[in-house]
Nanobody, 128 residues
Framework: QVQLVESGGGLVQAGGSLRLSCAAS????????MGWFRQAPGKEREFVAA????????RYADSVKGRFSISRDNAKNTVNLQMNSLKPEDTAVYYC?????????????????????WGQGTQVTVSS
């Protein structure tokens, strides 16, 4: 069982930056690959970024490549999402997720169905 708590969301102007953090409970955090997803009002949840168990592999949605960066600290049980050059279309609730899949642990999966645990989300609003 893993419990995830996101923080760091807020209101920022277009072009600004935010850093989201996700704190995980449990002693086996390093055995999970981690991902960030987001859901804007009236839209389906979409993949943002993922990182493998050992940080060897990362994956990004095309819409955030070059602007967002995912990282993890297995000693602190945290995963972070650094978001730069934010755009109004980045406005959404951002969710942290953990996957116990062996495949995802190596390859950093983008499919939400492969994730077993989810946080409650943190709101990010980018004003134009």
């Amino acid at each position: 069982q893993v419990q995830l708590v996101e923080s760091g969301g807020g209101l920022v102007q277009a072009g600004g930056s935010l850093r989201l953090s996700c704190a995980a409970s449990g002693r086996t955090f390093s055995s999970y690959s981690m991902g960030w997803f987001r859901q804007a009002p009236g839209k389906e949840r979409e993949f943002v970024a993922a990182i493998s168990r050992s940080s060897g592999n990362t994956r990004y949605a095309d819409s955030v490549k070059g602007r967002f960066s995912i990282s993890r600290d297995n000693a602190k049980n945290t995963v972070n999402l650094q978001m730069n050059s934010l755009k109004p279309e980045d406005t959404a609730v951002y969710y942290c997720a953990a996957s116990g899949s062996n495949y995802c642990s190596i390859y950093a999966c983008s499919a939400a169905a492969r994730y077993d645990y989810w946080g409650q989300g943190t709101q990010v609003t980018v004003s134009s």
